[in-house]
């Protein structure tokens, strides 16, 4: 299994630019997050997903949006980027069918809005 | 809401040194699961220990050891003879059973330096 997969690694965005934010994973888990990490915050959370089609707002969720339209993505969306974006974003997913719950965290993307 | 705290922010120890990060939670939910996720300088978040509400055993792992007591709502994580290794940032998290259960709250992290 690759587990958790995001891509970019790594985006340099001007203000004002829009961008989508890749997440796969391919264990079958139903839940599936997306957290941004600031310096002395911790992460926080802008999304949640419970399943194909069912997505929710974290705590942080303005200028952003999610969809998940199959079990395995879970894309994170920048409509019209920020300076307040740049931060360091992690995806995460967690819980199969067969009773695993253990959290996966993608590598990150390193966003920078200029 | 959930929140955890995790009020130190930096620790610096001398290789071998025992160290212990503090983490306190609040959370009305009756059932709840409690983490601890190491983030070394490379960035990715490395899982360390889960631990839901109604198991308050302490546990042991080598040099890793983690102290639940419901009653102060802390779940403090020690480690014993530390190494230069285990200089990262840790986090303390929290999230509420059921659908909830991907919807973790984190504490702010602390930034563990071990000198040689």
């Known amino acids: 299994n690759a587990g958790v997969t995001q891509t970019p690694k790594f985006q340099v965005l001007k203000t004002g630019q829009s961008m989508t934010l890749q997440c796969a994973q391919d264990?079958?888990?139903?839940?599936m997050s997306w957290y941004r990490q600031d310096p002395g915050m911790g992460l926080r959370l802008i999304h949640y997903?419970?399943?194909?089609?069912?997505?929710d707002q974290g705590e942080v969720p303005n200028g952003y949006n999610v969809s998940r339209s199959t079990t395995e993505d879970f894309p994170l969306r920048l409509l019209s980027a920020a300076p307040s974006q740049t931060s360091v974003y992690f995806c995460a997913s967690s819980y199969d069918y067969r009773g695993n719950y253990e959290q996966y965290f993608g590598p990150g993307t390193r966003l920078t809005v200029t | 809401a959930q929140k955890v705290t995790q009020a130190q922010t930096e620790i610096s120890v001398v290789e071998k040194e025992d160290v212990t990060l503090d983490c306190v939670y609040e959370?009305?939910?009756?059932?709840?699961?409690l983490f601890w996720y190491k983030q070394p300088p490379s960035g990715e978040l490395v899982f360390l220990i889960r631990r839901n509400s109604f198991d308050e055993q302490n546990e042991i792992s080598g040099r890793y050891s983690w102290n639940f007591q419901k009653s102060t709502s802390s779940f403090n994580f020690t480690i014993t003879a530390s190494q230069v290794v285990d200089s990262a940032v840790y986090f303390c998290a929290h999230n509420a059973g059921g659908t909830s259960y991907g919807k973790l709250t984190f504490g702010q992290g602390t930034i563990l330096t071990v000198h040689p």
């Open positions: 264990m079958n888990h139903e839940y």
């Open positions: 997903s419970v399943g194909a089609g069912i997505t």
């Open positions: 959370t009305r939910d009756t059932t709840y699961y």
